[in-house]
């Protein structure tokens, strides 16, 4: 069956440093990937799209890889600041399907000072 | 102001009620998405819509009903709310080639 997994639910790190996040998949073949940001109680935010053709998006801090290969989208936010702290959520849209998205279920950041 | 608006924010409803969601977008966006987000399952897709009169499952259709008469508006609707239906609800619509832009959801609890 076709799964999305994210690294951990939770991971803390600390101000100033890199976070990695990561999003592997099985049994997709995306035709791209996005990764979106949620605050508590809010909806999610788009960040960054990457593209099946494309191994490597950059925006301001924030980086995407995606290598279809492997199977697995990094996800860097660096000199990262406790205002980064949220649950990011990468999703996987596949072709033909009508721009629907399917989500991880999330890995919730934590930036300590 | 342009954007994406939900209502109510927060339901609470009884078992066996039927309840509509509404969901009311200013960008004239061709398609526009149903999510339901619960802990342990993420974001699941319950109907989408390409166009006005244009609506297709996703992957927990069940128990719900939408309609999208018009481009801007896509209701949706409990028709006979159950427990497992708490959740909170998410209206989402995107441009070609964007990512999705959000509301804010509603908490709807089936009581």
């Known amino acids: 069956s076709q799964k999305i997994e994210q690294n951990s639910e939770a991971l803390n790190i600390q101000e100033g440093k890199t976070a990695t996040l990561t999003c592997n998949y099985t049994n997709y073949s995306p035709a791209y990937l996005q990764w979106y940001r949620q605050d508590p109680g809010r909806g999610p935010v788009f960040l960054l799209l990457?593209?099946?053709?494309?191994k490597e998006k950059r925006k301001e801090r924030l980086k995407v890889t995606f290598d279809t290969t492997l199977k697995q989208s990094l996800f860097h936010i660096t000199a990262s600041q406790p205002a980064d702290s949220a649950t990011y959520l990468c999703?996987?849209?596949?072709?033909?399907?009508?721009?629907?998205?399917?989500f991880g279920s999330g890995t919730q950041l934590t930036v300590l000072p | 102001d342009a954007g994406i608006t939900q209502s109510p924010r927060y339901k609470i409803t009884e078992t066996g009620r039927q309840v509509t969601l509404m969901c009311h977008q200013t960008w004239s966006h061709s398609y526009m998405f149903w999510y339901r987000q619960d802990l342990g399952h993420g974001l699941r897709l319950i109907y989408y819509?390409?166009?006005?009169?244009?609506?297709d499952k996703g992957e927990v259709p069940d128990g719900y009903v939408v309609s999208r008469s018009k481009t801007e508006n896509f209701p949706l609707t409990l028709e006979s709310a159950t427990r497992s239906q708490t959740s909170v609800y998410f209206c989402?619509?995107?441009?070609?080639?964007?990512?999705?832009?959000f509301g804010s959801g509603t908490r709807l609890t089936v009581v």
């Open positions: 990457i593209r099946e053709n494309e």
């Open positions: 819509s390409a166009a006005a009169d244009i609506t």
């Open positions: 989402a619509t995107t441009r070609q080639g964007g990512g999705y832009t």
């Open positions: 999703a996987l849209g596949r072709p033909g399907s009508a721009r629907q998205l399917t």
